[in-house]
């Protein structure tokens, strides 16, 4: 009863923030997102039948942080195969773990993946993704490749594929501008937001007409559409994040930075826009032909740690031979 898979981050261009049901996790809002090819989170999950309780490596260390979420992500699956075996999970990221580089997407999306896999479930990717929603909304976009929504409805948030990776290729290039582990987790965060923002209802109540742009620009490839909304979402979502009370600022100088030179980038002509997480980390997303003058931009911005890069990728999938594949 075994199973391992591989998941990638995704990115949203329309950000998700607040939720309308926090027991199921149903975002407040629509979201699209693109998922990224080369940085990934591999997890093996093992049942044990003699074992009692869940045991959760992260990176090699015992996890103690996220095993409350996994334990509940997985009581659903063990309900669902009518088994109470505990599991052991072994996670590995080739990225930074919690530094707003969208490991709990990836993470989630693989471990759903691998535990139904390893309970025989025979789940379609929609109720995979359905299942990972639960643990962390953004993990429900990360089961599907290139370009991925999640429109809410009333009682329900069903993530889709929009666009396949190839159809319209991306470069996707992260300024690193720290690798400390983030200050306020997303769930905490959006409650924060929700209570106490006083532009937490123009934050939803103009969400769906930015998704609906955004979706037609992915539909007809209009990257200079997409890449207006798309830094307009990112700043409305950290325009609401900054008037919580306390304020919430996941920005640092270098992410300032970062900004400024992709606008003054965009000024010269070439084609590339921002997008920016819960963390200081900067995305700049641009056609593949211009990844070397971005990336030297980037690289030459003050408070810009390292520049990592990657094309969009598929959706989450079992690995039969995991000591075969190929490290990126
Ligand atoms: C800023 O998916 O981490 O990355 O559902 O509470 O786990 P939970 O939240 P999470 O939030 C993602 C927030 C975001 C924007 C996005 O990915 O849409």
Redesign the pocket.
């Known amino acids: 009863m075994q199973a391992t898979a591989q998941a990638q981050p ?3 261009l ?4 607040g ?1 309308r049901d926090l027991e199921r ?1 149903i ?1 407040a809002v629509d ?1 699209l ?1 693109i998922t990224l090819d080369s940085l990934w989170t591999r997890t093996q999950v093992e049942f044990q039948q003699d074992l009692k309780d869940d045991q959760v490596s992260i990176d090699g260390k015992q996890d103690h942080h996220q095993a409350e979420r996994v334990k509940n992500c997985l009581n659903f699956l063990r309900r669902k195969a009518g088994v109470n075996y505990g599991a052991l999970v072994r996670s590995e990221n080739n990225f930074p773990t919690g530094a ?1 580089l ?1 490991s ?2 990836s993470g ?1 999306a693989a471990l759903v993946t691998a535990a139904s896999k390893a309970l025989q479930l025979d789940l379609s990717d929609s109720e995979i993704s359905d299942v990972a ?1 639960r ?5 429900a ?1 990360s089961i599907f490749g290139g370009f991925v929504e999640m429109p809410c409805a009333p009682g329900d948030a069903i993530a889709k594929p929009l666009l396949d990776a190839k159809a319209w290729p991306f470069t996707v290039l992260i300024a690193v501008t720290s690798t400390a582990v983030k200050h306020t ?3 905490v965060g ?1 409650q924060l937001t929700a209570r106490t923002s006083d532009y937490y209802r123009a934050w939803i109540e103009t969400a769906h007409e930015d998704f609906v742009t955004a979706r037609k620009a992915v539909l007809t490839r209009d990257f200079e559409a997409l890449a207006e909304i798309s830094e307009r979402s990112c700043l409305k ?1 950290h325009g609401v994040m900054m008037t919580a009370q306390p304020g919430l600022i996941y920005w640092n100088g270098g992410t300032i930075e970062g900004i400024n030179r992709v606008r003054e980038l965009r000024q010269r002509g070439v084609p590339v826009f921002f997008t920016i ?2 963390g200081p980390q900067l995305k700049a997303v641009c056609m593949p032909e211009h990844e070397q003058t971005v990336r030297a931009a980037l690289t030459d911005t003050p408070g810009v740690l390292k520049v990592l890069s990657s094309a969009l990728g598929d959706g989450a999938r079992i690995l039969s031979n995991p000591s075969q594949e190929t490290t990126h």
Do not use: H, V
Not at 14 to 17: A, G, V
């Open positions: 995704n990115i949203a329309i950000k998700y923030w939720k996790n975002p979201s997102s707003g969208a709990s997407a989630f929603r643990a962390s909304g953004s993990a976009r987790g997303s769930t959006m979502m997480d819960a």
